[in-house]
């Protein structure tokens, strides 16, 4: 045999020792779903454990559950190279961890929290244990019906803004107006206005003149998970993210943070050394519940320090726009490309104005069919593509084995579109959820469930009934040349699903 001059056959044998050694030690690792029962497609060297066809194809999250059900059943496994997880789509199973067994499953992810930044890192999302239950307690009586009915009139008064910009696109534009730019900057000031009573009102800016907060918001949601490397390696190698964390490494470009980190701190002291009093905003709940780092250390069980303050202020921005965009384009999309739908939701719009004579809390509340189609649109839409949960003891959960420390993936996408489970899934079908008594919560789960589901559902959930009766108030919505036929492809970006592509719409004044 040839050996290479530089190598001595020492050498040569130590190398390949090492190599047998490793590949010894991952075979190893590729025994834990199989020793613990768990079917799953064998791992290759070559495909990096099973994740492979993730890295730059976002398209696989969403749909590789529907291949993996068919050919391994609704609890299978998976390899992120090394690291195992298991997908679990069984309803039963999927309760117990959200509620019955919270105490063994309050942790929602271990990748990913540590490199958003020293300010990102204290958000209610990357939080866990005693410093999570503080700051829900702390936030959500910010969410009560109370609270929302004051915040109210801050989401009319943007929405009456956008309502203008809709007017003026039946003038100059034929109605024609791309959704996602629309919705994109009404949902951004309700959220700015809600947070911070920052008035940006970024409808009326024409194009070219915007405001540095909405290319912040932007450049936050520019980055795509699957194609980053260094994320990558912190799924593969869960202590690469402690070295990056180190560094203070951040998948949120910096200046954002800090832009937004600077905003809420100069705000705070403004509103110290303000005499007059502030409107109900989240800041201001927040300032009100605000404690120091003794407070906690003392192990005060309520309230806020000011970085906690200031990084769900931004949260809340962030957040907020993000899904309440995407939610809001796609429901207008789904009103107007289902005529007779929308006109159903007219007239209970109609209705209720009869009744209550104004857009208010109670009136929206009341309006069930326009939530049936808010509902309908986030199960055919999901916001998220995957929730998931971590037990922190070994635990056995209807015969199947969890072992501490390993993800559990719950497939929010790939179950709102199981066809075992809806009947044509891919088809807009707002009276599938009339009874929300017999759809199953732990399947239809667009805000997550269980305590550690979305904070800001009820408010979410109001600004886009608020949006959407203003607009059909006063508009019909319609499809253009430039519409997409449906179902919308969605793609997955930064951390939510959202629509691939532009969305044009028209609006035309609605005839009395």
Known sequence: ?????????????????????????????????????????QPTILQLGTVRPFIGNSDWMMNSHEYCKRKLGKIYGAYLFLTPQITVADPDIIKQMYIKEFATFPTRQTSLTKINGKVMNTTILMTEGEQWKRIRNTLTPSFSTAKLKEMLGIMEDCCNHAINILIKTTQNDQGK?????????????????????VDTHPQELKDGQEPKIIKMVKQAFGFEISRSPLVMLCFMFPAFEEILCKLDYSIIPKDTVNYFANLTKSLIDQRKHSTVKPRVDLMQLMLNDQISVEDVAKGKSKGLTQLEITSNSVLMVLAGYDTSANALTLLAYNLATHKHVQKKVQEEIDKMLEKYGSLTYEALNSMKYLGMCLNE??????????????????????????????????????MSRDEEIWEEPLKFKPERMEDMRSVDSMIFQPFGGGPRGCI?????????????????????LDVCENTPKPPVQLEFKSTTLKPKGDIYLRVTPKSN
């Open 177 to 197: 107006f791309e959704a996602k730019s629309v919705f994109g900057k009404l949902a951004l000031d309700i959220t700015c206005s809600a947070a911070f009573s």
């Open 377 to 414: 649109t986030l199960r055919l839409y999901p916001p998220i593509a995957v929730n998931s949960r971590i037990p922190n003891r070994d635990i056995t959960i209807n015969g199947v084995f969890l072992p501490k420390g390993i993800q559990v993936i719950v497939p929010v996408y790939g």
């Open 1 to 41: 045999m040839y050996i290479p001059s530089f190598l001595s056959v020492e050498t040569l044998v130590l190398l390949i020792t090492s190599l047998v050694l490793v590949r010894i030690y991952i075979h190893k690792k590729w025994q834990f779903l199989k020793n613990i029962n768990i079917p799953h497609i």
């Open 456 to 476: 800001g559902m009820r408010f979410a959930v109001l600004e886009i009934k608020l949006a959407i009766a203003k607009i059909l108030q006063d508009f019909n």
